[in-house]
């Protein structure tokens, strides 16, 4: 095959939702104060969703791959290859990839994550599209799936109100017309105390803090810049003008990001698609949540160009130009 290309897609989120009225008024009860004012004017953040306890990453991608196996309208047993791009999985080892195999009711096919935080899920297409066009894979399911609630500091007013819980995933099957055009991936590891959740597991306990730290506003600056050079790569590289894209589908982080983003890029902002309001920041989750949620609305069609991207801890960076 010279090409691979998405044919399904499926999202789910977890159904316990918290508006920023009802975070806030969690918080207060600990003594933490916010609003939901400065949430939606900071992030363009509404609402988010959180998984029960009991819930791990392979739970919320469960349901998620189904959708995505059922629109492309073939069997779990087809899936040869599986890709879960997560920054919290159910356990230390083995994968949530191969926890979700057994799941699914699939053996033998590899399964592994790929850990690139906020980018993961444009690292994970493009392994997936590496290995397929390699001819070592004919049908990849590539999920990204994130609870982030287990690693918040609720005592920490600057991050708990960013994030939420949630799974997005695609088929992506070999194909002899155009679908993934170019990829273009980053990582500059002299950033890893930005934006990180320093502890590890040792000798019986966890060494080290183990929730997410983040310094807010260098993120953001080092964000918009390297967003916009992966965006311009992929096009350089697959002969295309950034006149051509039918739709922007960034890491939903914070609407400010997005939007400079779209800006940078001069595309207007009806083509950059939304769903950071209603999600907050799903990490690696977040871009096949938004893909997801644009097809099954309408407004994501067959044979348009997506430019997909994300950055995250690492720091890392990538975008994916494709045609639906
Ligand atoms: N509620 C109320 N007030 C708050 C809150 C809150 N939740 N959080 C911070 N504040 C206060 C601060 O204490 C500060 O008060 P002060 O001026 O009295 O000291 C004030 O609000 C301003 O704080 P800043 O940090 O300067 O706010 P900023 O405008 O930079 O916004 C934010 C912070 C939203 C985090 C922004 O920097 C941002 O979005 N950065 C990018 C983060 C991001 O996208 N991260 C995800 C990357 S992807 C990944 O890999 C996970």
């Not at 290309?5 to 003594?31: F, M, V």
């Not at 959180?50 to 469960?62: G, I, K, R």
């Not at 017309?177 to 980053?186: E, F, M, W």
């Amino acid at each position: 095959p010279t090409y691979s290309r998405i044919t399904g897609t499926g999202s789910y989120l977890p159904p316990r939702r918290l508006s920023n009225a009802d975070l806030a008024a969690e918080l207060a009860a600990k003594g933490v104060e916010t609003s939901d004012e400065w949430i939606v004017e900071r992030t363009g953040i509404r609402a988010r969703h959180f998984a029960a306890p009991d819930v791990n990453c392979s739970d919320l991608a469960v349901p998620a791959a189904q959708a995505a196996i059922e629109a492309a309208g073939i069997a779990p047993q087809q899936i040869d290859l599986i890709i879960v791009a997560t920054s919290t999985p159910d356990m230390v080892f083995p994968s949530a990839a191969a926890i979700l195999q057994h799941k699914l009711g699939i053996a033998g096919c590899p399964a592994f994550d790929v850990q690139a935080v906020c980018s993961g899920f444009v690292y994970a297409l493009t392994v997936a599209d590496a290995m397929i066009r390699a001819g070592n894979a004919t049908r990849a399911l590539v999920v990204g799936s994130e609870v982030f609630s287990r690693i918040l500091d609720f005592s920490d007013r600057t991050t708990c109100v960013l994030f939420g819980d949630g799974a997005g995933a695609v088929v992506l099957e070999a194909s002899e017309t155009p679908g993934i055009l170019a990829s273009d991936l980053h990582a500059d590891g002299k950033h890893v105390g930005i934006l990180c959740v320093p502890g590890h597991v040792s000798g019986g306990a966890v060494l080290g803090d183990p929730l997410l730290k983040m310094d807010g506003q260098a993120v953001f600056k080092l964000a918009v810049g390297v967003l916009e050079d992966a965006a311009r790569a992929t096009l350089a590289k697959a002969g295309k003008t950034q006149d051509q894209i039918d739709w922007l589908i960034p890491h939903q982080a914070n609407i400010r990001i997005m939007q400079s983003t779209a800006k940078r890029l001069k595309l207007p902002l009806d083509k950059l698609v939304v769903t950071v309001d209603q999600h907050g920041n799903t990490s690696a989750a977040s871009i096949p949540l938004a893909l997801d949620h644009a097809v099954r609305q309408g407004q994501v069609k067959k044979g348009d160009l997506l430019m997909l991207e994300g950055v995250g801890g690492g720091f890392t960076w990538g975008a994916v130009l494709l045609n639906f």
